[in-house]
């Protein structure tokens, strides 16, 4: 099982970044997808999340109308789309599969957001 982030990068504030997880090595149309990050001192949190059937999505509400995510079944491709970024949105972004008690991660890309 593989789950590759990629996008990650300095961004100044009010600009966008897109962030891509491509994955293998499971059934990826049957695994809902999220994606969560980690700032430096503070707890992993989730950001947006994907359902499998229908695509049904989640935002916290730090993020809600600034950042959208989808999936790519085809591809084994989720993806993140942030717009508007702040300085408080640097962290680590995380990509994460759960479908039963499969819980795969991937290792994660940089997002800093700074002047």
């Known amino acids: 099982v593989q789950l590759v982030e990629s996008g990650g990068g300095l961004v100044q504030p009010g600009g966008s970044l897109r962030l891509a997880c491509v994955t293998s090595g499971f059934t990826f149309s049957s695994y809902g997808m999220f994606w969560y990050r980690q700032a430096p001192g503070k707890a992993r949190e989730l950001v947006a999340s994907?359902?499998?059937?229908?695509?049904?999505?989640h935002y916290a509400d730090s993020v809600k109308g600034r950042f959208t995510i989808s999936r790519d079944n085809a591809k084994s491709t989720v993806s993140l789309q942030m717009i508007s970024l702040k300085p408080e949105d640097t962290a680590v972004y995380y990509c994460?599969?759960?479908?039963?008690?499969?819980?795969?991660w991937g290792r994660g890309t940089q997002v800093t957001v700074s002047s």
């Open positions: 994460n599969a759960r479908y039963l008690t499969d819980n795969y």
């Open positions: 994907i359902g499998t059937v229908g695509g049904i999505t």
